[in-house]
T-cell receptor, first 111, second 114 residues
Framework: QKEVEQNSGPLSVPEGAIASLNCTYSDRVSQSFFWYRQYSGKSPELIMSIYSNGDKEDGRFTAQLNKASQYVSLLIRDSQPSDSATYLC???????????FGQGTRLTINP | EAQVTQNPRYLITVTGKKLTVTCSQNMNHEYMSWYRQDPGLGLRQIYYSMNVEATDKGDVPEGYKVSRKEKRNFPLILESPSPNQTSLYFCASSNRGRSYTEAFFGQGTRLTVV
């Protein structure tokens, strides 16, 4: 079992709808979780981080963390074509520096 | 501007010809690492460094070397590249000691070994 798992997609969502991206993790010691967006051929850029159970909102993005069920999700409201990218979920253990990445979910927003 | 700079951005080389990919950060970060990214496999850590003269293997270190003689620089060395090292490489840095901090990534180096 991979430490961080994502559905590779592709996930297609119509413009204006809510895109929902999911991630599960196997290491219960994981404490910090990050969502990176990566355009094709470009470097990952951080869009959300979450450390506590519950929801964290930033503009059109909401990250959700459920440590009991070991899943993290990212919701993108009012999806735009510019949101089309691969979204990488990553975790860090408590006290550690290493980021463990999922394989990424490719999201396509259809105009 | 805070950034991680990699060079070169693109490189085509032949099997066995030694090469170095440079990485430099201007954020005074202690922790630096190298990743390779391959389709369907995501980002996999090659080597990391907790500080100057402190490096260690990541998940896929075979065929690679690194050094950390200065805090800002963390070059990746391929002594004898092989075609299976064709990949997209990223250098990243972050503050050490705080698991909440994000990693900043360089622009990436696309390496092709023929």
């Amino acid at each position: 079992q991979k430490e961080v798992e994502q559905n590779s997609g592709p996930l297609s969502v119509p413009e204006g709808a809510i895109a929902s991206l999911n991630c599960t993790y196997s290491d219960r010691v994981s404490q910090s979780f990050f969502w990176y967006r990566q355009y094709s051929g470009k470097s990952p850029e951080l869009i959300m981080s979450i450390y506590s159970n519950g929801d964290k909102e930033d503009g059109r993005f909401t990250a959700q963390l459920n440590k009991a069920s070991q899943y993290v999700s990212l919701l993108i409201r009012d999806s735009q074509p510019s949101d089309s990218a691969t979204y990488l979920c990553a975790s860090k253990r408590e006290g550690a520096q290493k980021l463990v990445f999922g394989q990424g979910t490719r999201l396509t927003i259809n105009p | 501007e805070a950034q991680v700079t990699q060079n070169p951005r693109y490189l085509i080389t032949v099997t066995g010809k030694k090469l170095t990919v440079t990485c430099s950060q201007n954020m005074n970060h202690e922790y630096m690492s190298w990743y390779r990214q391959d389709p369907g496999l995501g980002l996999r850590q090659i080597y990391y460094s907790m500080n100057v003269e402190a490096t260690d293997k990541g998940d896929v270190p075979e065929g690679y070397k690194v050094s950390r003689k200065e805090k800002r620089n963390f070059p990746l060395i391929l002594e004898s590249p092989s075609p299976n090292q064709t990949s997209l490489y990223f250098c990243a840095s972050s503050n050490r000691g705080r698991s909440y901090t994000e990693a900043f990534f360089g622009q990436g180096t696309r390496l092709t070994v023929v």
